[in-house]
């Protein structure tokens, strides 16, 4: 029998490297996406300054639970599902392959913006902290130092840039809390207030609109799931990492929110913020703690964008791994680095496209905190919350078909709840898109970005319809994964009752679904009566 040809990757058995990451690892690469000093410094003053409205820390407390009720489902799903294409395999599993695929061609533009447009900020933060330091330095060459270093860590061991994450982020959390305790040991007022964390607030009109920017501040803690082949013991590791990661981003967010009110004053916090913009929490702890402290503020708000580079980077080119080991984006896709096991292709590919889009920026002369960074995070941040509401209904159709998977909360009740909340946040985003991105009111740029998605999601529907016509032994790889993932509706190895198996287990024990008989002929016998050579399978 003809052996396979073995210049192509197994679409069933290429895998990540295995058992590098532990649970503290992958919660620093979910906290690190979300980003939280940069989401403190910039997301949080913007929403006091634009919207004026004092329920902040309230609204990302909501949101964090909001997230946390999504999150139940998800990481239920991940205990039955470990790949690292993360939403395209839960919707592949939930809803079909087509719209499996279609949510992939999302992902893949969705992830690559958010991290090409941290690039701006990080340019424009970086130059600001140089200069500061007398070092005459643009955003263009910070921005390129920075993809540079990206660009390694990205073809390199996964754990090694979990240990940088690891040293980023725990400077980044103690400077935010240490900022904190500052600024609500010395209120503005004379005495603590809490009259921000009053949820009476939440029924204000101003809430959705704020909702819809405090939510991009979470972006990223989904990031757990795209790292599942690499953990040990993924269905647990990946479940307890990412409520780690919603949990922590949101206690900071809304913690620092509160603190930057008490600081400033709750009668004076909007005005404040918008006259200090950026500058605002930096302005309220000055006056009681050492230059120094301030001076290494502003260097931790530089790693903070790098930190949430380097995950976002990671997510896009597992992305990228997972579609190409599956046969949904071309086989090389599929190949990983021989000695690190990371995905060399997706990973390159990324880089490649990052630089082109600098070098573009850099050429117009456009402004890289408008129109690279908010622009293309904001539009991101859109894509991804279009993945985020999709899984949500693909968890309720995946435990509707396997009820006995997981219990009644986990498999029905939060699912449905998370739909329905996501549904009114995604509705508001696209309703207010061109509010986000300040523009006029009759601008193509409010339609545009929502249209732009919906035409990448047909085009995937397209091309699995192509698959399951020309290839469809690869259509029905879509969304399984190195060890097959979930198999729906295959037939189990005899004795199985509750563990999934693989592609490769069925295929080696010749338990592999009959083909359907001929019209008006009576079914046979099994056209496959003993299990296939291994030599071919292996």
């Known amino acids: 029998m003809a052996r396979k040809d073995m210049t192509e990757p197994d679409i069933v058995s290429t895998a990540l490297a295995r058992n590098r990451l532990g649970v503290p690892s992958v919660v620093f690469f979910g906290v690190a996406g979300a980003a939280p000093l940069t989401v403190i410094i910039g997301a949080i003053t913007t929403i006091y300054a634009v919207v004026g409205n004092t329920a902040v820390p309230v609204v990302y407390l909501v949101v ?67 200069n500061g330091l007398g070092l005459d330095v643009g955003w263009f060459a910070c921005a390129i130092a920075a993809w540079a270093l990206t660009a390694l860590l990205g073809v390199l061991w996964v754990d090694l840039s979990g240990k940088v994450l690891a040293v980023l982020l725990v400077a980044e959390i103690l400077i935010v809390l240490i900022y904190d305790v500052v600024m609500v040991a010395n209120p503005a007022e004379g005495s603590v207030s809490f009259a921000t964390l009053n949820p009476a607030q939440v029924l204000t009109p101003e809430v959705a609109a704020m909702m819809v920017l405090a939510i991009a501040g979470f972006v990223g803690f989904e990031a757990t799931v795209v790292l599942s082949e690499e953990a040990k013991d993924p269905k647990r590791t990946i479940a307890r990492a990412t409520h780690w990661a919603v949990i922590l981003a949101g206690l900071l967010c809304g913690l620092s929110a509160w603190a930057m009110s008490v600081g400033a004053g709750p009668g004076n916090i909007v005005s404040v913020a918008k006259a200090e ?26 790693t903070s964008i790098f930190a949430a580079l380097l995950a976002f980077h990671a997510a896009v080119s597992r992305y990228q791994f997972a579609l190409g080991r599956e046969g949904v984006l071309p086989r090389a896709w599929g190949y990983t680095h021989p000695r690190t096991g990371a995905p060399i292709v997706g990973s390159i590919t990324q880089s490649v496209l990052a630089l082109a889009v600098l070098v573009v920026y850099r050429l117009t002369g456009a402004d890289p905190l408008v129109y690279l960074f908010a622009w293309l995070t904001v539009v991101g941040g859109l894509g991804v919350l279009i993945l985020m509401w999709s899984a949500s209904a693909a968890v309720i159709a995946f435990f509707v078909r396997h009820r006995h998977q997981e219990n009644v909360w986990r498999g029905r009740i939060a699912p449905v709840v998370a739909f329905v909340l996501l549904s009114i946040i995604l509705a508001a985003t696209i309703y207010g898109l061109g509010d986000l991105l300040q523009v006029e009111s009759g601008s193509m740029f409010h339609w545009i970005f929502p249209t732009g998605y919906a035409v990448f999601a047909v085009v995937g529907f397209v091309w699995a319809i192509v698959m399951r016509a020309a290839r469809p032994e690869v259509y029905a790889a879509i969304g399984r994964g190195a060890d097959g993932g979930f198999i729906a509706d295959a037939p189990r190895l005899k004795g199985s009752h509750t563990e999934p198996i693989s592609v490769r287990a069925m295929l080696n024990a010749g338990a592999v679904p009959e083909p359907p008989p001929e019209p008006d002929v009576p079914p046979g016998p099994p056209r496959w009566e003993t299990p296939p050579e291994p030599s071919r399978w292996t």
Do not use: C, W
């Open 277 to 302: 913009q950026t500058d605002l929490v930096f302005t309220l702890v000055s006056p009681h703690v050492p230059a120094a402290l301030i001076n290494v503020g502003y260097v931790l708000f530089m």
């Open 64 to 130: 964090a639970g909001i997230l946390s009720i999504f999150t139940v489902g998800f990481v239920a799903m991940s205990r039955h599902i470990v790949n690292s294409g993360a939403f395209y395999s839960y919707i592949s599993h939930g809803l079909g392959r087509i719209p499996g695929v279609g949510a992939a061609f999302v992902a893949l533009p969705a992830y690559a913006m958010m991290q090409i447009g941290l690039f701006g900020l990080f340019g424009v933060v970086a130059s600001g902290v140089l």
